[in-house]
């Protein structure tokens, strides 16, 4: 039982348009959730989070919103660059069940192309 | 410089032999995390560890066993029992509370041969 998922396993851009990476999840108890970006052999590194109390949060050119009652959240970035070119996943958590522990999307391969 | 470390980045094992990965974080955190990445597919969490000396199973703990004798450090053992263990693992680890982010190490790459 797959509790989150990211349905597009893959995405193609322009070099300054917009990418918009979708997730979904099921667990309406989840009250955290985060985007990690991961390159091949690395581990994933954190790029932005919200918590269930909001609906949008910002940080330079990736902004993350969430729709609870869609049980949804996208991740936006603008303008995409040639750097941004790696796997995106989402992950969820349920702080009050058991801390910290994230479950993860399966990932979306984003290329930005030049 | 803080951080997390797993060593080694590459390790092969013979078939039917235990194999250890060492996961040492210095950022001071409480938790720490053992997932597995298969290819094309997401992070699967094996176990976690939210104090020393107490840890949970996650969703894929047959076959790995763990140990939290220290905060700073959390080893993974993949044993032989577990039916195919060659895949990419990442160690994280985290503060306790809400609203913060896991940060992971570099991964060790397991192959079986």
């Known amino acids: 039982d797959q509790q989150v998922k990211q349905n597009s396993p893959s995405l193609s851009v322009q070099e300054g348009r917009i990418s918009i990476l979708n997730c979904d999840y099921t667990?309406?108890?989840?009250?955290?959730f985060l985007w990690y970006k991961k390159y091949p052999a690395e581990g994933p590194t954190f790029l932005i989070s919200i918590s269930s109390i909001k609906d949008k949060n910002e940080d330079g050119r990736f902004t993350v919103f969430l729709n609870k009652s869609a049980k949804h959240l996208s991740l936006h970035i603008v303008p995409s660059q040639p750097g941004d070119s790696a796997v995106y996943f989402c992950?969820?958590?349920?702080?009050?069940?058991?801390?910290?522990?994230?479950?993860f999307g399966g990932g979306t391969r984003v290329l930005v192309k030049p | 410089d803080g951080g997390i470390t797993q060593s080694p980045k590459y390790l092969f094992r013979k078939e039917g032999q235990n194999v250890t990965l060492s996961c040492e974080q210095n950022l001071n955190h409480d938790a720490m995390y053992w997932y597995r990445q298969d290819p094309g597919q997401g992070l699967r969490l094996i176990y976690y560890?939210?104090?020393?000396?107490?840890?949970q199973k996650g969703d894929i703990a047959e076959g790995y066993s763990v140990s939290r004798e220290k905060k700073e450090s959390f080893p993974l053992t993949v044993t032989s029992a577990q039916k195919n263990p060659t895949a990419f693992y990442l160690c994280a680890s985290s503060l306790r509370g809400s609203d913060t982010e896991a940060f992971f190490g570099q991964g060790t790459r397991l192959t079986v041969v």
């Open positions: 560890s939210q104090i020393v000396n107490d840890f």
């Open positions: 992950a969820a958590s349920i702080f009050k069940a058991a801390g910290n522990k994230l479950t």
């Open positions: 667990n309406s108890m989840f009250d955290y």
